[in-house]
């Protein structure tokens, strides 16, 4: 497709239970990042990859977070025992590096909306 | 960490009105973004700005980008009912991640 996009749309699962999201970015874009974004809120950085690389970490909550890329393409972010709080849209963006001009911009996927019982 | 002010966190306007909401932070950042983001959706960049001072438009938007490079606003003229959304800003200093406000959740009566 022509965007970013995410799957599942909705996930409803019950504490404890381990989750996987899917992010497929736009063809061609090497870096790719997750965001969350709780009810009323702005965006939180979770996770920033180059490549199949993570640089950058640092937003990821708590040991129970993980995301892999693989093929420079497509990322799982996958949330281990989940727990109520974990309850938000998780948002993947991806960017193509060194496009003149629009050098910075990510492009967002729809998300996925995570509820945990 | 860093963090954005944004203000105000809502607004209630009559369509053909004027819109202003500004971000501010407690550090520098190199590049200022406004995005917007409707239900169901994730969000769309309307302006990026990357030097201070940078004064930019996008059609009824124009944005701009402090001098102290700590804060921006964004103005939107003559509002008509489509640009009921959430208006997010968003600053970087070097490296990739974006820092996001808390957003300006716009309602316009027609």
């Known amino acids: 497709g022509a965007g970013v996009s995410q799957s599942p749309s909705n996930k409803v699962t019950e504490k404890g239970k381990d989750v996987e999201l899917r992010c497929d970015p736009i063809s061609g874009h090497t870096a790719l990042y997750w965001y969350r974004q709780s009810l009323g809120q702005g965006l939180e950085f979770l996770i920033y990859?180059?490549?199949?690389?993570?640089?950058?970490k640092s937003g990821l909550p708590s040991d129970r977070f993980s995301a892999e890329r693989t093929g420079g393409s497509v990322s799982t972010l996958t949330i281990q025992r989940t727990q109520q709080e974990d309850s938000a849209v998780y948002l993947c963006?991806?960017?193509?590096?060194?496009?003149?001009?629009?050098?910075?911009?990510?492009?967002f996927g729809p998300g996925t909306r995570l509820t945990v019982l | 960490g860093q963090q954005l002010n944004q203000s105000p966190q809502s607004m209630f306007i009559q369509e053909g009105e004027d819109v202003s909401m500004n971000c501010t932070s407690s550090s520098i950042f190199n590049t200022w973004l406004w995005y917007k983001q409707e239900p169901g959706e994730g969000p769309v960049l309307l302006i990026a700005?990357?030097?201070?001072?940078e004064l930019t438009s996008n059609g009824r938007l124009t944005a701009q980008f402090g001098i102290t490079r700590k804060d921006s606003f964004l103005n939107i003229s003559a509002s008509i009912p489509s640009d009921v959304g959430i208006y997010f800003c968003?600053?970087?200093?070097?490296?990739?991640?974006?820092?996001f406000g808390e957003g300006t959740q716009l309602t316009v009566n027609p």
């Open positions: 968003a600053g970087q200093t070097s490296g990739s991640r974006l820092t």
């Open positions: 963006a991806s960017r193509l590096l060194g496009l003149a001009g629009r050098k910075y911009e990510q492009f």
């Open positions: 990859f180059q490549g199949n690389s993570a640089p950058d």
């Open positions: 700005l990357y030097k201070a001072g």
